[in-house]
Each structure stands twice: as structure tokens, then as C-alpha cells.
């Protein structure tokens, strides 16, 4: 018997259209190889991370919980999104800056930032030097690490990564629109994962359209 193997994208594309859920290892395969990497040279770090520390997905493993919904949830929102109204940026865009927009977590532990080197294909994060892990440090390290991994990113991406939290009091300018559509749409897609399916992620079946 001939057996017919479907391409990742169009599995990726066809478990979108019926409104299924897409699990971690697809999204892996689907995101440029630049992006993926991070994970694929550190999969333990990731494996075992927390989504937060109370707030949201907050158990071992609730890091790739909280990040795959916020992917998941974007596929779907921007699946109508765009059958009704054009949107100015691709659904690979923003799954880009969701796989990006708390990359640092994996590699804090106890409020420190640990440098990662990469060894034979494998992160090592276990090392004397470490970063406090404020704000300021976050967001650098973030940077470093994108940069560190030749991960080429629009301006729009940028500014989607700075601004998916919302927009401070302290950067907010009357008349001036800071946020960018692409923020805008990441930020919804977190805010929903972190804030009304805080408790979601765990488990949830690949394909599954009652999204559990």
C-alpha cells in the first residue's frame, strides 16, 4: 500500500482552517529555522520553564503552554481577522514575535539571567555569570539573544516586541501612535492566553477542536 505524506505548511494550514489546535512541535517546524533554533539547541530549558511565577500557565513545562496558545490563538484570530478586513502583516510575523516576546524565561531561574553558550548543538546555561533579571536586563538580553542568533527582524516586529505588554504611562505621547498594528494584534493574543486562559495549555491534544 502507497502511503501520501502531507508537507508540514499545509498540514499547518489545513489544521488552522478547521479551527484545530496546533501543538509546539508543529509550530517548530513551521517557524523560520533562525527562530526554532533557540528551542532546538536548548530543549530542556524550555521544557522545564514556567509560564510565570503565580500569574498565568504557572507550572513546569507552562512556558511552551503559554507561548503555543499565544500562537494558537493568533492563527485563529487572524484566520477571520483577514477574511474581513486586510491585515498590513502575515500571520508568520506575528507568530515570530510570539515565539519571541518572553524568550528570555527559559534561561531565568531564582531572578537571574544565565548567559547561554552553545556546545556540541546544546545550550549550556549552567555558569558563574549571570544578570539580574530587571526589566532593563529582559528586554537587553532578548535582544542579545535574537541578535545572537542572526534572526532578522522587521521594524514592525520591533515594535511589537516592545509594546506587546501595552504601552506605558511613562513612553505614552497624546497624538502619537506608539503602537503598532502588529503590536496591537500580539497584544491581544497574549493578553487572552495570560489573562482569560491563564489556566489553559496543559494537555490540550493535537488537532483537537474543542481546544480543552
Keep these: 500500500m502507497e502511503y501520501v505524506t502531507i508537507d508540514t ?3 499547518f494550514g489545513l489544521e488552522i482552517a478547521a479551527g484545530h489546535y496546533v501543538d509546539w512541535t508543529i509550530f517548530m517546524q513551521v517557524l523560520p529555522p533562525s527562530v526554532s533554533n533557540i528551542y532546538h539547541r536548548s530543549p530542556m530549558i524550555f521544557d522545564r520553564a514556567k509560564g510565570s511565577s503565580k ?3 504557572a507550572w513546569v513545562g507552562g512556558y511552551k503552554n503559554h507561548v503555543t496558545e499565544c500562537m494558537n490563538i493568533a492563527c485563529q484570530q ?5 477574511q474581513v478586513r486586510f491585515l498590513p502583516f502575515t500571520l508568520e510575523e506575528a507568530l515570530v514575535v510570539l515565539f519571541l516576546h518572553d524568550i528570555e524565561k527559559p534561561f531565568k531561574h531564582q531572578g537571574r539571567l544565565y548567559r547561554c553558550k552553545v556546545h556540541n548543538g546544546f545550550c549550556n546555561c549552567v555558569q558563574e555569570e549571570n544578570i539580574e533579571a530587571t526589566k ?3 528586554n537587553k538580553f532578548r535582544k542579545d539573544l535574537i541578535e545572537d542568533y542572526g534572526i532578522s527582524l522587521t521594524d514592525a516586529q520591533w515594535n ?7 504601552v506605558p504611562d511613562s513612553v505614552y505621547t497624546p497624538n502619537e ?3 503598532g498594528e502588529l503590536a496591537a494584534f500580539c497584544h491581544t493574543c497574549d493578553i487572552l492566553s495570560a489573562r482569560l486562559w ?6 490540550v ?4 477542536n474543542r481546544w480543552e
Design 55 to 57: 500569574n498565568h500557565q
Design 198 to 203: 491563564w489556566d489553559r495549555g496543559l494537555g
Design 78 to 82: 487572524y484566520r477571520w481577522m483577514n
Design 9 to 11: 505548511k499545509r498540514l
Design 205 to 208: 491534544p493535537l488537532g483537537s
Design 177 to 179: 501612535r506608539t503602537m
Design 160 to 166: 511589537a516586541l516592545e509594546y506587546i505588554e501595552g
Design 136 to 138: 532593563e536586563n529582559r
